[in-house]
C-alpha cells in the first residue's frame, strides 16, 4: 500500500507540472486550501467557469483593529546621567544608557507604537559631549532608545538648537542612522512633508512644535539656513492639520509648551489645545514643564473629541527635586472599525526616576514597582519637606484626573 501510494503521488505531481507546462503567458494557477486537499488540481484552461474569488485585503466591516500607544516624557541626559552611563559601559562599550530603563521596558516593547521627547542634540563627539545649559548627548542615548523599543523620537524642544545650526543638522543626520520615526526636525524643503506611521492598515500622523525659545535660550538660526524650527505658530498648526488629515486616519500633534514647574497649563497652552481640537487633531502629547500636568478631553468646534495630555513630564533626568522625579507615561487605544477610528481605554502610568546621593545608579520605576524604603534613600532628599513616596504619588492623585490613574492610586 505504501509503494501504490507512493506511485499515485508521483503521477499527481507529474500531471501537475505538465499542466503549469501548457499555461500560457499571464495565466495563473488559483488554489484555495480547500483544493489541496479535496479537489483535483486545476488549470485556468479546466477551471469552471464561476470560481471563488480570493479573500479581499480589506478587513471586513466588522473586524476591529486595534493598535496600542505609549507616550513618555522628557528624555534629559544630564552631565550626570552620561557620567553614570559611562561608569556602567562594559566591554567594547563607552556608554551605556540601555539598563536606566529597564523598569519600563517590558510595557515599551508591549505597545505597538512607543514616543519618547528626546530633549538633547546629538551633534557628535567633536562638539563636545555636554550636560545642562547646553546639551550635547552621545550617540548611544539616542542609540539606546530605539534599543529599549521607542518607535518615534521627537526632537523639537527648547534645546534642539543648543549647539546651534551645525549641532541640528549633525542631529537630523545622526537620527536618519536611527531605526525610529523622528519627528520635530525639518529642512525648510520638507517643514510640509507630514511624517507618517503605518500600522495594521492604519496610517497615523506625527506633527510637532515648540515654543519660541529664541528669547529665553538665546540660541537660533540664520536667516539664510536651510533648516527650520517647528515653532508653535497659529498658521503653521491650521496648514499642517489640513494636510496630515488627507493623507492620514489619525493625528497625534507632540507640543513642547508651558511654564516650567507649574502643575497647571498656562491660558496659551489652553488657546493652542483648542486650535488643534478645532482643526481635528486627535490627541496631543505635551512636554516641558518638567512635572505632570493635567489629562483632558477637548470637544472641538465641529463636536469632535480631542485627547489633550498637557505634560508627562520627566522619564530621565537628574534634576534635584521630587516633583521632576515624579512623572507619567500615557497609554491608549487606537480602535476602529473600517472607516471609523476612536481614542480608548486612556492609561496614566506613574513612573519614579530614581538615584543615589551620588546621583549614580539611574533607574526608571513604574511608580507601582518603587516603594517607600526606596524613597527614603532618593538622592533628591535636599527637598523640603524630604521626598517620600507617598509625596511623589501625591503629585500624580493632586493633578491627574482618577478617571485616567491606575487602580493603585483610586
Given at each position: 500500500?505504501?509503494?501504490l501510494?507512493?506511485?499515485?503521488?508521483?503521477?499527481?505531481?507529474?500531471?501537475?507540472?505538465?499542466?503549469?507546462?501548457?499555461l500560457?503567458?499571464?495565466?495563473?494557477?488559483?488554489?484555495?486550501?480547500?483544493?489541496?486537499?479535496?479537489?483535483?488540481?486545476?488549470?485556468?484552461?479546466?477551471?469552471?467557469?464561476?470560481?471563488?474569488?480570493?479573500?479581499?485585503?480589506?478587513?471586513?466591516?466588522?473586524?476591529?483593529?486595534?493598535?496600542?500607544?505609549?507616550?513618555?516624557?522628557?528624555?534629559?541626559?544630564?552631565?550626570n546621567?552620561y557620567?553614570?552611563?559611562?561608569?556602567?559601559?562594559?566591554?567594547?562599550?563607552?556608554?551605556?544608557?540601555?539598563?536606566?530603563?529597564?523598569?519600563?521596558?517590558?510595557?515599551?516593547?508591549?505597545?505597538?507604537?512607543?514616543?519618547?521627547?528626546?530633549?538633547?542634540p546629538?551633534?557628535?563627539?567633536?562638539?563636545?559631549?555636554?550636560?545642562?545649559?547646553?546639551?550635547?548627548?552621545?550617540?548611544?542615548?539616542?542609540?539606546?532608545?530605539?534599543?529599549?523599543?521607542?518607535?518615534?523620537?521627537?526632537?523639537?524642544?527648547?534645546?534642539?538648537?543648543?549647539?546651534?545650526?551645525?549641532?541640528?543638522?549633525?542631529?537630523l543626520?545622526?537620527?536618519?542612522t536611527?531605526?525610529?520615526?523622528?519627528?520635530?526636525?525639518?529642512?525648510?524643503?520638507?517643514?510640509?512633508?507630514?511624517?507618517?506611521?503605518?500600522?495594521?492598515?492604519?496610517?497615523?500622523?506625527?506633527?510637532?512644535?515648540?515654543?519660541?525659545?529664541?528669547?529665553?535660550?538665546?540660541?537660533?538660526?540664520p536667516?539664510?539656513?536651510?533648516?527650520?524650527?517647528?515653532?508653535?505658530?497659529?498658521a503653521?498648526?491650521?496648514?499642517?492639520?489640513?494636510?496630515?488629515?488627507?493623507?492620514?486616519?489619525?493625528?497625534?500633534?507632540?507640543?513642547?509648551?508651558?511654564?516650567?514647574?507649574?502643575?497647571?497649563?498656562?491660558?496659551?497652552?489652553?488657546?493652542?489645545?483648542?486650535?488643534?481640537?478645532?482643526?481635528?487633531?486627535?490627541?496631543?502629547?505635551?512636554?516641558?514643564?518638567?512635572?505632570?500636568?493635567?489629562?483632558?478631553?477637548?470637544?472641538?468646534?465641529?463636536?469632535?473629541?480631542?485627547?489633550?495630555?498637557?505634560?508627562?513630564?520627566?522619564?530621565?533626568?537628574?534634576?534635584?527635586?521630587?516633583?521632576?522625579?515624579?512623572?507619567?507615561?500615557?497609554?491608549?487605544?487606537?480602535?476602529?472599525k473600517?472607516?471609523?477610528?476612536?481614542?480608548?481605554?486612556?492609561?496614566?502610568?506613574?513612573?519614579?526616576?530614581?538615584?543615589?546621593?551620588?546621583?549614580?545608579?539611574?533607574?526608571?520605576?513604574?511608580?507601582?514597582?518603587?516603594?517607600?524604603?526606596?524613597?527614603?534613600?532618593?538622592?533628591?532628599?535636599?527637598?523640603?519637606?524630604?521626598?517620600?513616596?507617598?509625596?511623589?504619588?501625591?503629585?500624580?492623585?493632586?493633578?491627574?484626573?482618577?478617571?485616567?490613574?491606575?487602580?493603585?492610586?483610586?
Amino acid at each position: 500500500m505504501k509503494k501504490l501510494g507512493c506511485f499515485l503521488l508521483a503521477l499527481t505531481v507529474l500531471l501537475s507540472l505538465a499542466s503549469c507546462a501548457e499555461l500560457k503567458e499571464g495565466e495563473m494557477i488559483v488554489l484555495t486550501p480547500e483544493s489541496r486537499v479535496t479537489s483535483p488540481i486545476m488549470t485556468t484552461a479546466s477551471a469552471p467557469e464561476e470560481t471563488t474569488a480570493p479573500p479581499s485585503i480589506d478587513p471586513p466591516v466588522n473586524e476591529e483593529v486595534s493598535i496600542s500607544f505609549l507616550a513618555c516624557g522628557d528624555n534629559i541626559i544630564h552631565t550626570n546621567v552620561y557620567s553614570d552611563a559611562k561608569e556602567r559601559a562594559g566591554a567594547g562599550q563607552e556608554y551605556d544608557f540601555v539598563p536606566m530603563y529597564n523598569g519600563i521596558a517590558e510595557r515599551v516593547q508591549k505597545a505597538d507604537i512607543a514616543f519618547i521627547n528626546h530633549e538633547s542634540p546629538i551633534g557628535g563627539r567633536d562638539m563636545g559631549i555636554s550636560g545642562y545649559p547646553t546639551f550635547n548627548s552621545p550617540e548611544e542615548a539616542g542609540r539606546a532608545l530605539a534599543e529599549v523599543g521607542f518607535d518615534v523620537v521627537n526632537i523639537a524642544n527648547n534645546h534642539m538648537l543648543d549647539k546651534w545650526e551645525k549641532g541640528y543638522a549633525n542631529s537630523l543626520a545622526f537620527w536618519d542612522t536611527v531605526d525610529v520615526l523622528t519627528v520635530g526636525g525639518y529642512t525648510k524643503a520638507d517643514y510640509d512633508t507630514i511624517r507618517l506611521l503605518e500600522k495594521d492598515g492604519i496610517t497615523i500622523a506625527f506633527l510637532s512644535y515648540t515654543y519660541n525659545f529664541r528669547q529665553s535660550n538665546g540660541t537660533y538660526l540664520p536667516e539664510n539656513s536651510s533648516l527650520q524650527v517647528p515653532y508653535i505658530n497659529d498658521a503653521d498648526i491650521v496648514r499642517q492639520l489640513a494636510l496630515a488629515k488627507e493623507q492620514a486616519d489619525l493625528v497625534l500633534v507632540s507640543m513642547h509648551w508651558g511654564v516650567e514647574n507649574q502643575f497647571t497649563p498656562s491660558a496659551e497652552q489652553k488657546r493652542v489645545a483648542k486650535l488643534c481640537a478645532d482643526n481635528g487633531a486627535d490627541a496631543i502629547i505635551g512636554h516641558h514643564p518638567h512635572v505632570v500636568q493635567p489629562i483632558e478631553w477637548i470637544e472641538g468646534q465641529d463636536g469632535h473629541r480631542m485627547l489633550c495630555v498637557y505634560s508627562l513630564g520627566n522619564v530621565i533626568s537628574t534634576m534635584m527635586y521630587g516633583q521632576y522625579m515624579t512623572g507619567t507615561m500615557i497609554s491608549f487605544d487606537i480602535v476602529g472599525k473600517k472607516d471609523v477610528l476612536s481614542i480608548e481605554n486612556v492609561l496614566a502610568i506613574p513612573t519614579v526616576t530614581h538615584y543615589t546621593m551620588a546621583r549614580r545608579g539611574l533607574q526608571v520605576y513604574e511608580m507601582e514597582d518603587y516603594s517607600a524604603s526606596l524613597a527614603a534613600e532618593h538622592g533628591c532628599l535636599a527637598d523640603d519637606p524630604k521626598f517620600t513616596f507617598d509625596r511623589a504619588k501625591k503629585y500624580i492623585t493632586d493633578t491627574i484626573d482618577g478617571a485616567f490613574l491606575p487602580d493603585f492610586l483610586k
